[in-house]
């Protein structure tokens, strides 16, 4: 995958269909060392095999297919740009994919359209608590979809409206924070 933000979407659908009902996607700028982290944690039901197993080409836990290419393709794009990728257990109690990787490596993939990824997410699962942090040194900014849907009024979920005003949010935070892409 030519962007990170398609390894995001491939690791958010994965929580999903593991029962995550909350996914935290984080993208994390640290200047000063120049890294960029991301983090896709969530509240499913884990990770039942050991890392190196979850990350071959050849394990999968689906019965329609005999690959599972998803954490393998990010684990090694991560890794061609000098980064590391860890698995572990999520503060929500599901799983937890970090990648750490310089901003400047030749071979780092652009961020890509996070926000229209993310807008994606909202509006194929709207029952989905989708959290955005976005950090840049030590300035946060934290989208929820569920904060998103309360400040627009919603009375009846639009998933829709809800989706559109997230997308806005993530790219007003995106803008602000000035993100590298």
């Known amino acids: 995958m030519r962007e990170l933000s398609l390894h995001i979407l491939d690791l958010v659908e994965n929580a999903v269909k593991a029962g995550a009902s909350v996914v935290t996607v984080s993208v994390f700028q640290i200047?000063?060392?120049g890294l960029l982290e991301v983090a896709v944690e969530d509240n499913g039901k884990g990770l039942e095999v050991p890392q190196d197993v979850a990350t071959d080409p050849f394990y999968t836990t689906s019965t329609l297919k005999k690959t599972g290419l998803g954490l393998s393709l990010f684990k090694g794009g991560v890794e061609r740009s000098g980064g590391s990728m860890v698995?572990?257990?999520s503060p929500l109690g599901g799983l937890s994919v970090r990648a750490t990787m310089p901003m400047t490596h030749v071979d780092r993939s652009p961020l890509g359209d996070l926000a229209g990824t993310l807008f994606s997410v909202v509006?194929?699962?709207p029952e989905l608590e989708l959290v955005c942090r976005l950090r840049?040194?030590?300035r946060e900014i934290e989208v929820t979809?569920?904060?998103v849907g309360k400040k627009r009024d919603m009375k009846t979920e639009n998933g829709i409206a809800v989706a559109k005003a997230y997308y806005e949010k993530i790219r007003e935070g995106m803008n602000t924070l000035d993100i590298t892409q």
């Open 87 to 89: 698995l572990s257990t």
């Open 136 to 138: 840049v040194d030590g």
């Open 31 to 33: 200047r000063g060392l």
């Open 145 to 147: 979809r569920s904060a």
């Open 123 to 125: 509006c194929a699962n």
